[in-house]
């Protein structure tokens, strides 16, 4: 085994800070945080304070960023361009620009060489997996694996943990040089789901966590390295209230009633009855969100009733801003969602937020659901990392020589 590095990590396509925020409860200590966005790295300031460990470049100047990671890192984090995977990026996946960055992140990899991180975490929309059917997917976890990295696929979401619905795909890479327990190892096997092969019954435990098309992508996806789970079960389903977590006081900036009027109007006569009887309640009032679509050329305020918030996203046109309705007790209010809600939606309520509205949402929408990575790394990355402290610790076995003996007459 290599000599292991301190428990530190680096954060590329670091954005607002959020993976990092998720990781430090865990006894992570960050030594690098890149991103080009100057905007989000003025968010990150404005809550870190300056630093000389944030990098503001581009992932593709491999010299640059190397030049910039002083101590060598035991995690690589990479939440990389979700834009090509997604319609809005009309599904160009790892070939367009954005998305693409993946493997200027995969070529630091390859430059760290005897210093390259024992884990990895990449972190995408759920449409990484399909994008061009499956091919992008592939791509990726082959790269990885070339690189030495056994690999792990599942998909976690934010609502488990926080009222906001967010889906997204999740690989985590170990390095063969710390392959041991707790890791399960999947061997091959011409039964799937034998109920004597570790890693299949962890992945069985994992439920939800790992859907069939999932499933059907690894059991197809052989590598040179292999795959590679923690028994970790699923994140249990957190109670919460969504009121908890919006504000409902008459400072916020609720609309006047023309606007309001003319959201009310875009809604469907279902949406509309369902909001209606909410009103009409005169024991408590109720906090909804809603985005704006475009439905048979029609623009209609889609309202959510399930107790949980639509995705977050970054503000590009009214589409992609939330709506938040207060029903109740003879009157309906409606405004934009807040960043300060857009925080507490991400699992980071304290953040220092900048005084410009649509770079906090920006920022928040592009980020990580904090309570997410804080899960996977209690229950996957630190007690793998644990594991690898625990045997390289351990002293050498001695191997001492076998002695035969010779017989000789009595």
Known sequence: MLALPEKTVCEFFAGIGLVHEGLRPGGWRCVYAGDIDPKKHDMHRGHYGASDLFHEGDIWNTAEVLERIAVPPALATASFPCTDMSLAGKRRGLA?????????????????????PRMVLLENVPGFLTSHGGEDFAV???????????????????RWFVPQSRPR??????????????LAIRRESPEWF???????????????????NLL??????????GWATVDAGCPPQRQYELADFLDADDAQPWWDAVETDRHVAMMSPRHAREVESLVDDPRRVTLLTAFRRVREGQQRMEVRFDGVAGCLRTPRGGSAKQIVLAAGRGQLRLRWMT??????????PDYTLPGNTIQALFGFGDAVCVPAIRWIDEH?????????????????VSRRPTVVAVGGSC
Not at 169 to 182: A, D, N, Q, R, W
Not at 339 to 348: D, F, I, K, V, W
């Open 339 to 348: 960043p300060r809600e857009y925080a507490r939606l991400q699992g980071a």
């Open 380 to 396: 996957m990355l630190t007690p793998v990392w644990d594991g690898a402290v625990e045997r390289a610790a351990q002293p050498p």
């Open 216 to 225: 059907r992508a690894i059991q197809r996806t052989e590598l040179p390295t």
């Open 194 to 212: 034998a109920v004597d092969d570790a890693w299949q019954q962890a992945v069985r435990r994992s439920g939800k966590m790992r859907p069939v």
């Open 140 to 158: 990726a976890v082959h790269e990885l694996a070339d690189l030495g990295y056994w690999l792990d696929a599942f998909l976690g979401d934010a």
């Open 169 to 182: 795909m999740f690989v985590v890479g170990y390095h063969e040089s710390i392959l041991g327990p707790p």
């Open 96 to 116: 367009g620009a954005q998305s693409g960055a993946l493997f200027g992140f995969l070529q630091v990899l390859e430059a760290l060489a005897e210093e390259r």
